[in-house]
């Protein structure tokens, strides 16, 4: 896109500098033909605070002094082959603070001291003009994926306010927080990634896009490999992409799991066989160990002839105890990430640091045990699309925006007068309302339904609903099993995230998302099952009218629209 090509739209639209004073001689052809990260194509910079010292609506290039470290922390994005670009409001143009003459010369500067980058790209607007680009809303970050030949999903945006960072969100982009004296603790709270400094944003940003590639190419492809993920069906769903590299290395694959996620073990793409069986140190409710039927569990594990055993679990639990009885199985090479000692249980004992995405953790633990995501693949939740139940008759046209108020963990829920106000705004400005739970939330469900919407409470199973919600303009839930199939299917997800587990560990991954609730609300980090805070105050304090708007910024219109 170059700029005597966007006249048209210009106004509600960012406009586009290919690079600075070089406008339209950077175009995207010969950049797609760099070779694809398995997680990033490109990162973006916000300008203001982030890459130069923010001097308030600057026209001056001689006022231009980048932060400390970044011409060096860039030489690093481009020599590992990521596409760089800047994204930036200077709303100053709107207002006449400066001309685009001033502009384009303290980018040139810009480019001086820190390099080339492969696009720039600009708001000019300021609030009033309500444009779709001025971040929070996500146009610029839209824009610079396109300008860039990728996909915003492939994108991670380094910035250092809220804005920034929830303009990543709701284009589906990855945002990395590099908080100044200015930045708003809430903003902080709130961000599922902080860095110290911008060097330490590029350290993170290439160390994760290296960890999800196998240090040695895979050897011949593994027969068969046994893959594990017990817990629930969110597990299982944010485990999808590992074990779809683990089948691309292997000629079938077979998957344990709990009773809790065999649901969603059906739904997912790579795996040919599961078997289901409750793991008594990973269930949250467990029975008593029972030899008998350990032993029975060792049996049928020996029974699959499984050359590889990758053993995925979260932070909290431990892979060693199912290691012991898949060495008693005869399994010759087991790998699983474990911080205790191992000992001889484990082949390949990783290690990953706190904060990564529970996708990209499974994804660098196939990486380990030498599987990777092949090139036609992208590092996204998907469904069986064969496994997904067709929507049921009666529920009008797509478009329709799905909530769900509950969640198997009550910490996590929304507190259903707060949903039911939700449902009557969403009703109120328009959208067609899908009430969803399971058959234990039907209370809960018909309450909130009566505000506005249809009551689906307890009429589908987890296939049903993933036939449902892959026809919603977007799904307002919790972090809850859901979430991970909104995500799935590619939906837009209003998360009211409780922060009792790490947003960055648990928000919806790569896929348009705003998240509400109060970030810094006194059940942080605690993986509470119940809110031990009377009123449960993180959720409790959602206004409807900011679901109402967060559904404006994914660009889901009421009346039926996406
Ligand atoms: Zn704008």
Known sequence: MRQDQEEPYQRRSARVYAAADRAGSAGSRHLTARPRGVLYDAVLLDRD???IEDVPYNGDPEKVRPVPGARAALDRLRAAGLRLAVVTNQSGLARGYFTGEQMRAVHARVEELLGRFDAWLVCPHDDEDRCDCRKPAPGLVHAAARELGTTASRCV????????IAAALAAGATGVLVPTPVTRPEEVA?????????????????????????????AEPVRTALVVRSDSAGDV???????????????????LCGPRGRAAAELLPGVDEIIEHPLPWIDSTPGPVDPEDMRGLITRLGAVGAEQAVVFTSFHQSALPLALLLRMAGIGRIAAISDDYPGSL???RHRVPVGVPEPERALSLAAAAGHRLPEDDEPVLRLRHDAVAARPSGLGDPGYVVLHPGSAASSRACPPEVATRIAGALTAAGHRVLVTGGRDERNVTARVAAAGGVDLGGRTDLAGLAGIVADAGAVVVGNTGPAHLAAAAGVPVVSLFAPTVPFGQWGPYRVPTVRLGDAAAPCRDTRAASCPVPGH???????????????RMLAVGGGGGR
């Open 237 to 255: 769903l944010v485990t999808g992409p590992a074990i779809r590299a683990v089948a691309a290395g292997a000629q079938r694959v077979v998957l």
């Open 190 to 218: 709130a961000a599922g990634w902080t860095a110290g400094d911008l060097p330490a944003a590029v350290d993170e940003i290439l160390r994760r896009q290296q960890a999800v590639r196998p240090a040695t190419p895979p």
């Open 49 to 51: 605070g982030t890459l």
């Open 537 to 551: 105050p993180c959720l409790s304090g959602v206004d409807p009218d900011e679901v109402v708007d967060a559904l």
């Open 346 to 348: 484990l082949d390949v």
């Open 157 to 164: 945006l380094v910035g250092d306010i809220g804005r920034d």
